[in-house]
């Protein structure tokens, strides 16, 4: 009797043991595949039908099942994301997108998706020497990361630091002045108003008929946001140009810049 108890006894065990390790493994597995840590930060997908990798949408798209949240340009080249709000829910879809045209409207294609339970979220890019990375952070957790290569730098012939300065409008105070000062190097773009922040800091060049086009990507200040270039700056013989300083009455004037080798200030 003794014998047979004690058998029962050692059988329990191992089964019990046998179910813990096979739990464990579905978990690491869960976490390997998926990236995404702790893995109860996330939701299996759910039925809808606007956010899904592949999808193509432009911003005049209508969603049905969710609510967008949030959508901004990264300093990616052509990377955006959006966060979304399924309907009803406090279930959350995050996806990356690639910027596809704006012939006469923005098109996108998103690349990824991920589902979160929580919208507390920050994203961060991290460059290193041939790309750079997008981490995605929930409750100041990483949870996942999308490596981009570096496929194209700013050309030699727009780096380097440049500043401009234009005559504004009339004010109770004296006439405006709009003092500018662009620092180009490889991988980075820097533009600063002397005097305002606003608008100031990093942007993302792009090189589109022998011009240099500027997309502000400092933070999310709609007031900067444009889905057409800020500034974009062009070359003429030996002299740069650049358009979108001033106020209204220089805005889309081609003005000189000067190139120089160190800032002022």
Not at 22 to 50: F, G, R
Not at 67 to 75: H, N
Not at 138 to 166: D, Q
Request: charged share 30%.
């Amino acid at each position: 009797m003794k014998k047979q108890t004690l058998f029962y006894m050692v059988l329990t065990l191992l089964l019990v043991f046998l179910s813990c390790k096979k739990a464990d493994n579905i978990t690491k597995t869960n976490n390997l595949n998926n990236k995404i840590k702790p893995i109860d930060s996330v939701y299996e997908e759910k039925q809808q039908k606007d956010i899904f990798i592949n999808n193509e949408f432009n911003a005049m798209t209508e969603l049905v099942d969710v609510k967008a949240l949030d959508f901004k340009e990264t300093s990616i080249d052509s990377i955006w994301y959006g966060l979304y709000n399924i309907q009803n829910t406090d279930e959350y879809i995050f996806s990356v997108n690639k910027f596809l045209d704006n012939q006469d409207v923005e098109r996108y294609k998103t690349i990824d998706t991920i589902n979160l339970k929580s919208r507390n979220i920050v994203v961060k890019v991290e460059i290193f020497n041939e790309f750079k990375t997008l981490n995605l952070f929930l409750n100041k957790k990483l949870i996942k990361k999308w490596k981009f290569k570096i496929t194209k730098s700013i050309s030699e012939n727009f780096k380097g630091k440049f500043t401009v300065s234009v005559e504004g409008d009339y004010t109770n105070h004296g006439r405006e002045m709009y003092n500018y000062e662009i620092n180009i190097s490889e991988n980075e773009i820097s533009l600063h108003e002397t005097g305002s922040e606003l608008c100031s800091g990093r942007y993302r060049g792009k090189e589109n008929n022998n011009k240099l086009e500027l997309f502000y990507v400092q933070d999310s200040d709609e007031r900067c946001e444009h889905s057409k270039a800020s500034y974009t700056i062009k070359k003429e013989g030996g002299q740069f140009y650049i358009q979108g300083v001033g106020g209204e009455g220089t805005y889309n004037e081609w003005t000189p810049l000067k190139k120089v080798t160190k800032f002022e200030n």
